[in-house]
């Protein structure tokens, strides 16, 4: 099935959900950022990922990425493609102008990364990691490094890579054992073992820039004696460097993405510098990952689009049975038609969540409360839109039926595909943690509260909202007041009712939005319809997780851990 991207969609999001033309009035920060150009934008990227990234998806997942002694190899069209996408400008659109970017809002680079996800979510993972390097390289790095190695990472040139987890320190980061001892001379030399490194090898770009967290000699124990290096593959003399992928994991789905083993410094001559102050790795690495949770987020709604998109084609097409006397085509059927809206009204306030975040990172620049509530955001955008590209994806298997579980229709593709989403970057359990633990109590509270008050302030005749954001509210007052274990047992039901809340709450301004619509009458149809049904179906259903949100934990701790190995 042939990729389509929801340029019209998108662009009606840009309008009425991130309010994009605020964002480009606001201090002349986005002065440039004009709707011709957003349009020109959302229009050009969705031809191109349609065109370059789309039709490789499949040749990824059957070939997939290949390992040797030597490096990496990716499948056949794949160099090519990336070559295109540098050439585009499609990874600058949102760096720095001093280091050749476009100085764009990051909500159009979302654009960019929603249709390079759905056209190829396991291609689109090399553009990801690379955005995040940038942001960290911004925050954190000496102007010297910015020099030698942002512009190429900026223009997609050179790759980047994040390197955190060690076989026994995963959610554990403070765990890790890799060293990094000082040369004299500015430099480390680095040693030990990374996996799970997401395009650690490759034979994309001529150089991979990987950024490792590593401990100092004399360093505390624990997170707080942890710093960040940039270890180059190719070092400024072009030389390589010691650094080289051990092996690549067999994974259920995006197999086009080598998630590689990565070995430091075998030979003793890993060199790296650091990034940032010593000891302080972790604020540097945690704006990599936050701007890589956003994006994982983005992958849910991804690959939840192209698993929508597939359903909807596939249910068109296919005649079973019959519907007043005459054979029909599945979606003439009302429990095929029920999961394809559910489909599309998932996807749609998916979206919309992810790209108002990446609105609110926007206005940040003007509006310190915008940054707050997009920290606040960062947590629902991971967990509930990945959690969503999995129950899309699994329903765009059951609408195709038997062939659904058939390789060849692709839709067992997008469910295998979407499945690592929940897992990577910081699990959906660890997201829900950070949500009850840390974000609610932003400014002693006041971030949720301000964000509370202004979705009340506009959805007055939405009375399942109302009555969801009042028991939100009611549970958050009593999760402060909550003992840790009991914050954290209700921590992922109660994310899940405020992620539905704050994503119902924009697909209400969307349906107010239509009144005023003078479009194409499909488009408006369907956008009414899909709004409809979250509001009215979608959004009771978390009203029903506030038992489970108020329960305490006493019930998980009331037997023991052997117990569990039962029969």
């Known amino acids: 099935m042939t990729?389509?991207?929801?340029?019209?969609?998108?662009?009606?999001?840009?309008?009425?959900?991130?309010?994009?033309?605020?964002?480009?009035?606001?201090?002349?920060?986005?002065?440039?950022?004009?709707?011709?150009?957003?349009?020109?934008?959302?229009?050009?990227?969705?031809?191109?990922?349609?065109?370059?990234?789309?039709?490789?998806?499949?040749?990824?997942?059957?070939?997939?990425?290949?390992?040797?002694?030597e490096g990496v190899t990716m499948p056949a069209g794949f160099r090519e493609a990336y070559q295109a996408y540098v050439a585009a400008g499609w990874g600058a659109l949102a760096g720095p102008p001093e280091q050749g970017g476009q100085g764009l809002p990051l909500t159009l680079a979302t654009v960019v990364l929603e249709d390079l996800g759905s056209a190829n979510m396991a291609f689109s993972l090399v553009a990801m990691l690379s955005a995040g390097a940038v942001e960290a390289l911004v925050h954190h790095g000496s102007d010297e490094l910015k020099a030698l190695y942002l512009p190429k990472l900026v223009s997609g040139e050179w790759t980047g890579t994040m390197n955190l987890t060690e076989p026994q320190a995963g959610s554990d980061v403070g765990a890790l054992k890799t060293k990094a001892e000082p040369v004299g001379d500015g430099s480390w030399l680095l040693s030990g073992q990374k996996i799970f490194i997401t395009y650690g090898e490759h034979d994309l770009a001529d150089n991979i820039v990987h950024l490792v967290l590593a401990r100092t000699p004399g360093a505390p124990a624990g997170t707080k004696g942890i710093s960040l290096f940039l270890v180059p593959k190719i070092l400024p003399d072009g030389t390589r460097n010691d650094v080289r992928c051990v092996s690549i994991e067999h994974k259920l789905g995006i197999h086009a993405s080598p998630t590689c083993v990565m070995s430091y410094g075998d030979d003793g001559r890993c060199l790296g510098r650091l990034i940032g102050e010593e000891t302080a790795g972790m604020r540097a690495m945690f704006t990599m990952m936050n701007n890589a949770r956003l994006n994982v987020g983005l992958q849910g709604v991804s690959i939840a689009e192209r698993s929508t998109q597939a359903a909807v084609a596939y249910a068109l097409a296919r005649v079973q049975g019959s519907r007043e006397g005459r054979p029909a085509a599945i979606v003439e059927h009302p429990d095929v038609r029920r999961m394809l809206l559910r489909m599309k009204a998932l996807t749609q306030a998916a979206r919309a969540l992810a790209y108002y975040s990446a609105g609110q990172t926007d206005r940040s620049r003007a509006d310190r409360g915008a940054k707050a509530r997009a920290d606040l955001l960062t947590p629902l955008v991971k967990a509930y839109?990945?959690?969503?590209?999995?129950?899309?994806a699994s329903l765009g298997v059951q609408v195709h039926g038997g062939m659904g579980y058939v390789e060849e229709t692709g839709a067992a593709q997008h469910l295998r595909d979407s499945r690592i989403a929940p897992i990577y970057e910081g699990t959906n359990g660890i997201q829900a943690a950070d949500l009850v633990m840390r974000k609610i109590g932003l400014e002693g509270g006041e971030v949720l509260r301000r964000l509370i008050a202004e979705i009340r302030s506009e959805v007055a005749g939405e009375a399942h909202l109302i009555r969801l954001v009042d028991s939100v509210e009611t549970l958050r007052e009593s999760l402060l007041a909550s003992s840790p274990d009991d914050r954290l047992a209700a921590s992922y039901p109660f994310l899940t009712m405020l992620s539905v809340a704050v994503a119902g709450w924009l697909m209400a301004r969307q349906a107010s939005a239509l009144a005023g619509f003078d479009g194409d009458a499909a488009f408006r149809s369907m956008k009414f319809a899909a709004s409809r049904f979250y509001l009215d179906q979608v959004l009771p259903e978390a009203l029903g997780l506030a038992a489970s949100a108020s329960a305490p934990a006493d019930i998980l701790y009331s037997l023991d851990s052997e117990a569990f190995a039962a029969l």
């Open 3 to 69: 990729y389509r991207p929801p340029v019209a969609e998108q662009k009606f999001v840009l309008e009425h959900v991130v309010r994009l033309g605020e964002i480009a009035g606001e201090g002349g920060t986005f002065a440039e950022a004009t709707d011709e150009l957003a349009g020109a934008i959302v229009d050009g990227v969705g031809a191109f990922a349609a065109g370059e990234f789309a039709p490789l998806n499949r040749v990824g997942d059957e070939t997939g990425a290949k390992w040797s002694p």
């Open 385 to 392: 839109g990945t959690d969503v590209g999995v129950e899309v």
